[in-house]
């Protein structure tokens, strides 16, 4: 459990939301009961683009800062850089330090992984990366490479997400690095969701066993969780100019994303989900419509001091600038209700975590005074 003495900490209360809205939805959205009141805490600040954020079992809260560098806030409250050789990182445009995820052991094993751009020996790419970190949260040392090859041209659509699932293998969000053939080449690591154990072998379950590859069709896949309980795994893809979405990922599923409909061009007016040109493609569970509000994450809520969003997604708004609530049916393949909290009050907001005592961690994406917030249900 995470404790920070207020004292130490700006907080503040923000408003609910009045009615639910249900523009930019898929479907119709009931407007229905309101979200709780957000108690907001800042952790860390000062930052430059924090892409994501992890907690340690000890409550120890680590980012990383998408041009590079470390920074933590350590269970005894200090905060400070974490040394890490980031001499080969790529950093450009959307892509640079970007997903970071705990090992499942980590409590014993120290290990945590990142995903980041990759420049060195005339290579460039986008690599899954394992590292240690010691026991004071002073230094990460890097253990080696466990994927490699996911596509960088310009650095747009970099993807990336990381998350360990509960048999320590890795879902690997990746974006398309806006080239038009990758979301629907199957020998592309971009525009996926792979799946790989930690020594970046492709893990059991694949369509393909030989292949690292879980889903196609993606365009920039930007949050990945799965519903506790239940097993089911989604995905958070930014739209066009329309329809970012959250989709229910099946293995082997095509989500029907194809760039390719003029000859050497990345063409954007494509659908996002396109099943006239991808038979068989997998609609999205939820889709933001016209326009798009640049989803950047995906979490799912925990606790009965949610109320009746309690089990709710939970999705970083970049454009939107606020948090996007979205309640699931009973089969989490289509929506019930939705709602947003922290609108316009703290700009854009890229990753959300939740924490072991049911609260979220927020990275801000404005790039000046960045910061990380915990985000707490009033009871």
Not at 136 to 143: C, E, M, V
Not at 244 to 254: F, Q, R, Y
Request: charged letters at 15%; hydrophobic letters at 30%; aromatic letters at 6%.
């Amino acid at each position: 459990m995470l404790t920070i003495p207020l004292a130490q900490c700006s907080a503040q209360t923000a408003p609910p939301p009045g009615n639910l809205e249900s523009v930019g939805s898929s479907s119709e959205v009931p407007t229905e009961d309101t979200l709780p009141e957000l108690v907001v805490t800042t952790l860390l600040d000062g930052l430059d683009h924090p892409w994501d954020v992890v907690q340690a079992p000890d409550g120890t809260v680590l980012t990383g800062q998408r041009s590079g560098g470390f920074v933590v806030r350590r269970s005894d409250n200090t905060t400070g850089p974490v040394t890490a050789d980031l001499s080969d990182l790529y950093a450009r445009s959307e892509t640079g330090l970007m997903g970071i995820a705990l090992a499942r052991d980590f409590a014993q094993s120290r290990t945590l992984y990142t995903c980041q751009g990759f420049s060195a020996g005339g290579v460039t790419d986008i690599r899954v990366i394992s590292w240690t970190v010691d026991a004071g949260w002073t230094a990460l040392t890097r253990t080696g490479t466990v994927v490699s090859g996911l596509p960088v041209s310009t650095g747009r659509h970099g993807g990336c997400r990381i998350l360990a699932s509960g048999d320590g293998a890795l879902f690997i969000g990746t974006g398309d690095s806006a080239t038009p053939s990758v979301p629907q080449d199957p020998n592309s690591l971009g525009g996926k969701v792979l799946h790989v154990n930690a020594d970046g072998t492709p893990a059991a379950g694949n369509p393909n066993p030989s292949s690292p590859v879980y889903t196609l069709g993606h365009r920039n896949v930007q949050g990945l969780a799965v519903k506790p309980g239940t097993g089911r795994l989604y995905s958070v893809e930014q739209g066009t100019s329309v329809d970012d979405e959250l989709n229910l990922l099946t293995p082997g599923g095509n989500y029907g994303y194809r760039p390719d409909r003029l000859p050497g061009t990345y063409d954007e007016s494509v659908p996002m989900t396109d099943p006239s040109r991808v038979p068989g493609a997998i609609e999205a569970v939820w889709s933001s419509g016209n326009s798009t509000l640049a989803t950047a994450s995906a979490a799912f809520t925990s606790g009965p001091q949610w109320g009746s969003w309690d089990g709710s997604v939970v999705i970083g708004g970049l454009k939107s600038k606020k948090l996007i609530f979205v309640r699931l049916s009973d089969d989490g393949r289509s929506v019930d209700a939705q709602t947003y909290g922290l609108e316009d009050q703290y700009g854009r907001l890229r990753s959300v975590t939740p924490t072991a005592n049911g609260s979220l961690l927020v990275t801000t994406d404005n790039g000046e005074n960045d910061r990380v917030l915990l985000v707490t249900p009033s009871p």
